[in-house]
């Protein structure tokens, strides 16, 4: 998703780079160039036309004349209106005063209401809400059946009293608006803070659809209509999305199958027309898939400044507090780093979810997608595999793996020796990086770090190992080596005295001002 846009906007401001002045032909250019790219995205054409004309017009004004770095000021203008398309702030819930807090689900038929539903449930539960679901669309074959799937997998009820229709050749027979007062009625006498009413969808838009939805929307006085749109539908996406806030006067948008090829026009369309904010987004099939939508951090994944904190976020709620406890007193202890331990911080990781979404949210990851999206998956698996073929003596003491256990290993976690050979290699790079961090050194390589191991310590140990230059003359070199030569086996004095350099028959007690009677201590 937005990785078209994305490139072309980079590659135009790498163009600014280096100009200590912005020139109006540079600026038109720019303009021209963000226009384009907008366009390509399917973004719609009057959206387009109010984005350049803000970004020509503060581009020429006084903040990009006046700055040090005018390309960087050029970046920061298109990432405020990026955001101000995207509906200016995160938008979240508006729950009611005297729960349940009613969610009506609208949109057209193939959107992903109903896996939308099970996502949002799951994601309400989450946030230690009691939602219940509500299946109310009775004309798609089997979607009462998806609802009530989605909701086991989920762990949240389904209040399903009509079973819909199994196939396309059956007739609709029953009422929605009835079943949709009923999930109400049952969502109060059994105490559940929220509920989520799943509606039918057409193909395009029709009249029955929007009378259908507006006589539910009449009926049950939802305190949210989320309009559901797919992100991949492009420039129609502005038709669909007046079509339905005039129909049935949504109050939020979510999108769906962002994880998709998408050029991502819906998403700066649908909020800029409609004036109704994106309030979620849904990234992938795992009911886990599925995100608070921010317009800051989306303008950041655009220009490839990355979205940090979406990425902490993601760590805070699947890392476990105990292992990262634990993990932080070992390092702390300067204990070694195990091969146990490196499994279970991988098991953390998995956690969180895809290894390539977590990647691209790092700054400057479209440089390096084509090896994000080269990257397997799978490969996490073969580690563990590896990690689990090994003996607990083994996962300690690395060193004794010789040849037969190497062997061994690879034919128990079914890969090549060579694997295992590599795996070996990169934990003891970590082990020795992990060692050299927990002594205060820093990583091993990086330049400037301070303290005992590193670069410049390391740097002056060099120096100070380094020997002196002997003499051109042989005689002379000769005499010189023999000299350090007896100097290094001539027998040391032990040091005599008190450990601050003073002689013990020089240390005179009365000399401290000691408490009376201490002297006695002092003795010889």
């Known amino acids: 998703m937005f990785n078209s846009l994305s490139d072309r906007l980079t590659a135009t401001f790498k163009n600014l780079r280096g100009k200590g002045r912005l020139s109006e032909a540079d600026v038109d250019a720019t303009v021209r160039e963000i226009r384009r ?20 017009e503060r581009a020429l004004g006084a903040e990009v004349n006046e700055a040090l770095n005018p390309a960087q000021q050029i970046v920061k203008i298109v990432n405020e209106e990026l955001v101000a398309i ?12 005297n729960p349940p807090t009613v969610i009506m689900l609208a949109g057209l038929q193939g959107a992903g209401k109903t896996t939308l539903a099970g996502k949002l449930s799951k994601w309400l539960k989450g946030q230690g809400h009691s939602p219940l679901l509500v299946a109310a669309d009775l004309q798609r074959p089997n979607a009462v059946k998806q609802l009530q799937v989605n909701g086991e997998r989920a762990g949240v ?6 079973p819909g229709v199994s196939s396309e ?14 999930g109400l009625a049952e969502a109060k006498s059994k105490l559940h803070d929220v509920v989520i009413v799943d509606t039918a969808g057409r193909l395009g838009i029709d009249a029955e659809l929007m009378k259908q939805a507006a006589d539910i929307r009449a009926a049950i006085n939802p305190d949210e209509v989320l309009f559901v749109i797919d992100a991949m539908i492009g420039q129609d996406a502005v038709n669909t999305a007046q079509a339905f806030n005039e129909g049935v006067n949504f109050t939020g948008v979510v999108l769906t199958k962002l994880d998709g090829d998408a050029r991502g026009g819906a998403a700066l369309s649908v909020a800029s027309i409609t004036g109704k904010p994106v309030m979620f987004a849904s990234t992938g099939e795992a009911l886990d898939d599925f995100e608070l939508f921010h317009p800051d951090r989306m303008a950041s994944r655009i220009l490839d400044m990355g979205d940090v904190l979406t990425l902490i976020e993601q760590a805070e709620k699947n890392w476990d507090k105990g292992e990262a406890e634990r993990m932080a007193k070992k390092f702390a202890d300067q204990e070694d780093f195990t091969l146990d331990d490196f499994l279970s911080q991988m098991q953390q990781i998995r956690k969180m979810g895809s290894m390539k979404k977590m990647l691209m949210m790092m ?15 799978k490969e996490i698996d073969r580690v563990e595999a590896i990690v689990r073929s090994m003996t607990p003596h083994e996962r300690v003491a690395p060193k004794i793996i010789n040849g037969s256990r190497r062997a061994r290993i690879a034919k128990g976690s079914g890969v090549h020796v060579s694997e295992v050979n590599g795996l070996l290699e990169r934990f003891s790079q970590a082990q020795k990086m992990m060692k050299k961090l927990a002594q205060g050194g820093g990583i091993p390589g990086m330049p400037g770090v301070a303290g005992p191991g590193g670069f410049n310590s390391a740097r002056k140990g060099k120096q100070g190992a380094k020997k002196k230059a002997r003499s051109g003359n042989p005689a002379k ?23 601050f350099g003073a002689g013990a028959e020089d240390f005179d007690p009365s000399s401290l001002n000691l408490p009376k009677g201490f002297e006695k201590f002092l003795g010889k």
């Open 86 to 97: 995207l509906g200016g702030e995160t938008r979240r819930i508006n729950l009611a005063k």
């Open 157 to 162: 009820p389904v209040f399903a009293p009509h």
């Open 169 to 182: 050749f059956e007739a609709a027979t029953g009422d929605p608006v009835a079943v949709a007062m009923a």
């Open 37 to 56: 790219a907008l366009l390509d995205a399917d973004v719609a054409v009057p959206v387009v036309r109010e984005f350049t004309a803000k970004v020509r």
């Open 363 to 377: 700054p400057g990851a479209a440089g390096m997608r084509q090896q994000l999206e080269n990257f397997d998956e």
């Open 477 to 499: 070199a000769a005499a010189e080596l023999k000299a350090a030569q007896e100097k290094a086996n001539a027998p040391r004095a032990l040091p005599t005295g008190a450990a």
